[in-house]
C-alpha cells in the first residue's frame, strides 16, 4: 500500500490523505545516521505533486518523475523539483515505456547515489486503467519493476517500494505477480533487504522492523 504522493505536508489531494513519502524521508534524514540522500523513483501514471512540493529546494532529495503528461494534476509549480522529467503521451505502450523506465532510471542513478530510494510503483500505468491513461501490460508492470530493483541492487542501495495508484480489480493480482517475479530473482527477500543496506543504521532498523512483524502475527 501507500504511495500517497498527490498529497503534501500541508494539503491533501487526488485520495492522497497524508504525505507517506515525505515523512519517511524526512524520518530516515532526522533518525537514522548516515542517510542524509534520497531518490524518489516515481513511476505511478500521475505526477507526484505532493512530494515534489515538499522537497522543492531540498537538494538532498533527487526526484525522478515519468507520468501521462495530459492528467491530473497538472501542477507546473511542482515540477521545478523534478530533475528528471519524462512526460509520457497517451496510450504509451510496453517497448517505448520501459525502454524510458531503464534510460532514466539508470541515468538518475548515476548521477547520485542515494543512501535509500523510495520508489512509488503505481499499477495506474496499466492498459485499461480509467485514470491513467496509459497502455502498459501486466507484464510490462513486471518487467518494470525488475528493473528499477536490479538498477538498486547493483549498487546495493536499499529500496522502499509503495505501490500507489490503480484502479482496476486486476491490480493486486499483477503487484503480487511483480513481488513473486522480485523474490525468484532473488531481488527480494529478508537476507538480501539486510545485507543490501551499506548503512549498519538501516540494516538495524530493517532487522527491529522486521522483528516487530513477527510480534505482530
Known amino acids: 500500500g501507500g504511495g500517497f504522493h498527490h498529497c503534501s505536508s500541508d494539503k491533501g489531494g487526488g485520495f ?11 524520518f530516515l534524514f532526522e ?30 532529495v533527487y526526484i525522478l518523475d515519468a ?4 492528467i491530473y494534476p497538472g501542477d507546473g509549480f511542482a515540477k521545478r523539483a523534478i530533475k528528471r522529467k519524462v512526460e509520457l503521451e497517451w496510450g504509451t505502450e510496453d517497448t517505448e515505456y520501459l525502454q524510458k523506465v531503464h534510460t532514466h532510471v539508470e541515468g538518475a542513478l548515476n548521477e547520485l547515489k ?10 495506474d500505468v496499466l492498459d485499461g486503467d480509467p485514470l491513467g491513461g496509459l497502455a ?8 518494470r519493476d525488475e528493473v528499477v530493483f536490479r538498477a538498486a541492487r547493483r549498487r546495493r ?14 491490480t493486486a493480482r499483477i503487484i ?12 527480494i527477500n529478508k537476507e538480501l533487504a539486510i545485507s543490501g543496506a551499506e548503512n549498519p543504521k538501516v540494516e538495524q532498523m530493517i532487522r527491529d522492523s522486521a522483528k516487530d512483524l513477527c510480534n505482530l502475527s
Not at 515538499?54 to 538532498?60: L, S
Not at 542515494?114 to 499499477?123: E, F, L
Not at 502498459?136 to 518487467?143: A, L
Not at 529500496?159 to 486486476?170: A, D, E, F, H, W
Open 114 to 123: 542515494p543512501d535509500i530510494i523510495v520508489y512509488n510503483a503505481g499499477t
Open 67 to 70: 507520468y501521462n503528461r495530459y
Open 16 to 26: 492522497c490523505a497524508y504525505a507517506d513519502i515525505t515523512l519517511a524521508i524526512k
Open 176 to 187: 503480487a505477480d511483480s513481488i513473486l517475479n522480485l523474490h525468484s530473482l532473488g531481488l
Open 157 to 170: 542501495i536499499p529500496i522502499l517500494m509503495v505501490t500507489s495508484g490503480g484502479y482496476q480489480k486486476r
Open 31 to 60: 533518525r537514522v545516521q548516515g542517510v542524509s540522500k534520497a531518490t524518489i523513483i516515481d513511476l505511478d501514471a500521475h505526477q507526484g505533486n505532493g512530494h515534489e512540493r515538499d522537497f522543492m529546494d531540498d537538494h538532498r
Open 136 to 143: 502498459i501490460s501486466p507484464q510490462g508492470v513486471v518487467k
